[in-house]
């Protein structure tokens, strides 16, 4: 199966150091990169973790080999999903607009981009990436 991981899913991941399911394979928008590592370079700003652990997500996450995507039909989409969900800017939309052009579901662990993505999308648990067993994406 594969799954866009939206940035909070993702920072799960390469917090925990989890490993997904050999037959899970990980997709992401090109952007996800640069938002994970602001987002450690602000967490250890803020004394929350040290460089030391900041470094080590971000190898973890290199070695999820996590595929990122952007070309123009993606940015297209994610113009349409901003413009159709009335946000202020395309960043979150472009998650939805990978999983409908690329992935089997949705992976986040906000309840309210889950409720507005799932109009468009498919959701999966954050658990599903893990274990097999877990219940399979919603529509």
């Given amino acids: 199966m594969r799954y866009v991981i939206a940035l909070d899913a993702a920072l799960r991941l390469f917090r925990e150091r989890a490993v997904p399911t050999a037959a899970t394979s990980l997709i992401a928008p090109t952007l996800l990169r640069s938002q ?27 070695t999820l080999n996590v595929r990122l995507l952007g070309d123009r039909v993606l940015q297209r989409f994610a113009w349409d999903y901003a413009e159709k969900l009335d946000w202020e800017d395309t960043f979150t939309a472009e998650y939805i607009a990978l999983t409908r052009l690329q992935a089997d579901a949705l992976v986040t662990l906000d309840p309210a981009l889950a409720r507005a993505a799932g109009a468009h999308v498919p959701i999966a648990t954050y658990e599903t990436l893990l274990d097999r067993t877990a219940a399979q994406p919603r529509a």
């Fill in 36 to 62: 994970t590592v602001t987002h450690l370079y602000a967490a250890a700003r803020r004394g929350e973790i040290d460089r030391g652990e900041a470094g080590a997500q971000l190898d973890h996450m290199r």
